[in-house]
């Protein structure tokens, strides 16, 4: 679903040394760790700026092979002294065989270690509390069909969007989730061309027209709106 789900963090080396450590210890590794982002598949951080603040309340689930990995997610993270947000447990309410073991990063950003049948590898879900659910869906129905999204769930307190695999949910929370970046993967140049025009025409702001970004390689090709709350939406294809 997620090409990458990118956070801004206060202290770059703290961040990177509580997410080396947890998702290592579910056969996430580490993919790229020089320059501006440290990446770890489809999930990376970079250092916040003065115009590109901290990211915050931001819950993001990441898939393990199994039971005990959720397990030794938390427990290398508690003995560390990363805070707990949650003991490893069934979670019933997300599926009779929902597996899942929470904890807080340095930045207070909920990141969780999930394990059920099918559960994939890399980021399986990610949710963001906005100021108004109603006016969040609009927004993502807007760019569903060129981001290959549909909506899945709709309650008053949250609606869910899926991809062929994962999803993301939009919810009501004491705190607005801050300065996020998620970047959905575009089958073609013409469908992020669709993208930046249909959240345009439809009143959203842009943050990118449609254009080559040859700093990140050559072929890559985006756009980028923002959300109601100004977090950056991305398209991208990547041209390989």
């Given at each position: 679903?997620?090409?990458?789900?990118?956070?801004?963090?206060?202290?770059?080396?703290?961040?990177?040394?509580?997410y080396?450590r947890v998702?290592?210890?579910?056969g996430?590794d580490m993919t790229h760790?020089?320059?501006?982002f440290?990446?770890?598949?489809?999930?990376s951080?970079?250092?916040?700026?003065?115009?590109?603040p901290?990211?915050?309340g931001?819950?993001?689930?990441?898939?393990?092979?199994?039971?005990?990995?959720?397990?030794?997610?938390?427990?290398?993270?508690?003995?560390?002294?990363?805070?707990?947000?949650?003991?490893?447990?069934?979670?019933?309410?997300?599926?009779?065989?929902?597996?899942g073991g929470?904890?807080l990063?340095?930045?207070?950003?909920?990141a969780e270690?999930?394990?059920?049948e099918?559960v994939r590898?890399?980021?399986?879900?990610?949710?963001?509390?906005?100021?108004?659910?109603?006016?969040?869906?609009?927004?993502?129905e807007?760019?569903?069909?060129?981001?290959r999204?549909?909506?899945?769930?709709?309650?008053?307190?949250?609606?869910?969007f899926?991809?062929?695999s994962?999803?993301?949910?939009?919810l009501?929370?004491?705190?607005?989730?801050?300065?996020?970046?998620?970047?959905f993967?575009?089958?073609?140049?013409e469908a992020i061309?669709?993208?930046h025009?249909?959240?345009?025409?439809?009143?959203?702001?842009?943050?990118?027209t449609?254009g080559?970004?040859?700093?990140?390689?050559?072929?890559?090709?985006?756009?980028?709106?923002?959300d109601?709350?100004?977090?950056n939406?991305?398209?991208?294809?990547?041209n390989?």
């Amino acid at each position: 679903m997620f090409d990458h789900v990118t956070i801004r963090v206060a202290d770059r080396t703290a961040s990177e040394r509580f997410y080396y450590r947890v998702l290592g210890a579910i056969g996430i590794d580490m993919t790229h760790s020089l320059g501006e982002f440290i990446e770890w598949g489809d999930f990376s951080l970079t250092e916040a700026t003065a115009w590109n603040p901290v990211t915050r309340g931001l819950h993001i689930g990441f898939g393990a092979s199994s039971r005990e990995r959720v397990d030794e997610f938390w427990r290398v993270g508690t003995e560390a002294g990363y805070r707990d947000d949650g003991k490893p447990g069934p979670r019933p309410v997300y599926g009779d065989d929902y597996y899942g073991g929470f904890l807080l990063d340095p930045d207070g950003n909920s990141a969780e270690a999930v394990h059920f049948e099918g559960v994939r590898r890399g980021i399986d879900h990610v949710w963001i509390r906005v100021g108004d659910v109603e006016a969040s869906k609009r927004f993502y129905e807007t760019i569903a069909p060129p981001a290959r999204i549909r909506m899945t769930r709709d309650t008053p307190e949250r609606v869910q969007f899926s991809g062929e695999s994962g999803s993301f949910s939009v919810l009501t929370g004491g705190h607005v989730t801050e300065s996020l970046h998620m970047a959905f993967p575009a089958s073609d140049n013409e469908a992020i061309d669709a993208f930046h025009e249909a959240a345009t025409e439809a009143g959203y702001r842009s943050n990118g027209t449609p254009g080559e970004r040859p700093a990140y390689h050559r072929g890559y090709y985006s756009a980028y709106v923002l959300d109601p709350d100004g977090n950056n939406i991305e398209l991208v294809n990547h041209n390989r």
